[in-house]
């Protein structure tokens, strides 16, 4: 599920092709309002800056291929994923209700953006659990208790 985070990225960068990236933009935009995931040279990492890479997981990956990608890249996979997990009809609230105006926030294109998650991101998910590099936060909690799992999950990884 992409966050609003993610999209401005997407759009920051779309902004920065310009005109001659156009035809590109069109079809990103197209898989956006259509759930569908961007092609792997869309969601790539951010390049390291000490010879180590830095990962934005932001995400990403969101499917085996962009997992395969990442791995390619970094040379190994992710010490770990955090994932903060929401039931799908709280999420479709949360999203109906930020009033953002976004085209895809619809009851169908959220429906249709859902669909793909589970289709395409829950496979990525069970392998980093498989591999014990999973750490779930519940979302459907108060703030501050979402926040003090994260935090304590991320400083749990050394962060």
């Not at 759009?11 to 990103?28: F, I, K, S, T, V």
């Not at 869309?42 to 180590?52: E, K, L, M, N």
């Not at 926030?105 to 496979?123: G, S, W």
């Not at 980093?128 to 750490?135: I, K």
């Amino acid at each position: 599920m992409p966050s609003a985070i993610t999209i401005r990225l997407l759009l920051d960068e779309m902004d920065r092709l310009g005109r001659e990236a156009e035809a590109e933009n069109a079809l990103l935009a197209e898989r956006t309002l259509q759930g569908a995931i961007s092609p792997a040279p869309r969601t790539d990492p951010a390049a390291g800056q000490d010879g180590r890479p830095l990962f934005l997981v932001d995400g990403f990956p969101r499917n085996d291929e962009n997992r395969r990608q990442f791995e390619a890249m970094a040379g190994h996979g992710a010490e770990f994923v955090l994932f903060f997990d929401c039931p799908h009809a709280l999420m479709t609230e949360r999203l109906l209700s930020r009033g953002e105006g976004r085209s895809d926030d619809t009851p169908e294109r959220i429906a249709l953006r859902l669909q793909t998650f589970e289709k395409d991101t829950r496979p990525v998910l069970s392998h980093f659990e498989e591999l014990g590099r999973l750490r779930v936060v519940r979302s459907d909690r108060p703030r501050e208790d979402v926040y003090r799992d994260a935090e304590e999950a991320l400083v749990g990884e050394g962060w």
